[in-house]
């Protein structure tokens, strides 16, 4: 499983705080498919909620986040994708996908509203998983960008 760039994180002035991170990665030429491992970070709750200059790197881990808005785009023209919260390769199709999009032309936006979603992995970590399948035989994937923007609802272990 590969990891994807965290290229960019930050914390909003609103309440609750929404974080954005912002994610590239290179999928592998000649592959349909790929498993995508995003680190969720967040600010830790002892860090002061409003400060006078914005972070751009976060420190603290989200275990269990409301996902607002998702945006995902790469070279495809037809690819579908699902977000897990379990790291194991066979959880697509049971419980731990927790979000399925199907034929999306290079890029799709999605805004939820109240989506909770728990990390199942044992022990719990700050990660969710993206499995990308490539179905357009004339373009590569290339590289996919992805951006999160969620609020934290646990940020440590309980």
Do not use: W
């Not at 199907?102 to 989506?115: C, G, I, P, Q, Y």
């Amino acid at each position: 499983m590969e990891t994807a760039t965290l290229v960019r994180s930050m914390a909003t002035y609103s309440l609750p705080q929404y974080i954005i991170a912002d994610y590239l990665y290179d999928f592998p030429i000649g592959d349909s498919t790929s498993i995508i491992e995003m680190e969720l970070p967040a600010l830790y709750s002892a860090e002061e909620s409003y400060r006078e200059s914005l972070s751009t790197k976060l420190t603290g881990k989200s275990y269990i986040i409301d996902l607002c808005s998702i945006s995902i785009s790469c070279s495809s023209e037809n690819f579908n994708f699902v977000i897990l919260n379990k790291n194991i390769t066979s959880s697509s199709g049971t419980i731990y996908e927790v979000l399925s999009y199907a034929e999306n032309d290079k890029s799709t936006s999605d805004v939820l509203n109240r989506f909770i979603i728990r990390n199942e992995d044992i022990p719990m970590d700050n990660k969710l998983y993206i499995k990308i399948t490539n179905h357009d035989l004339s373009n590569e994937v290339g590289v996919v960008q992805i951006q999160l923007t969620y609020s934290t609802l646990q940020d440590r272990l309980i």
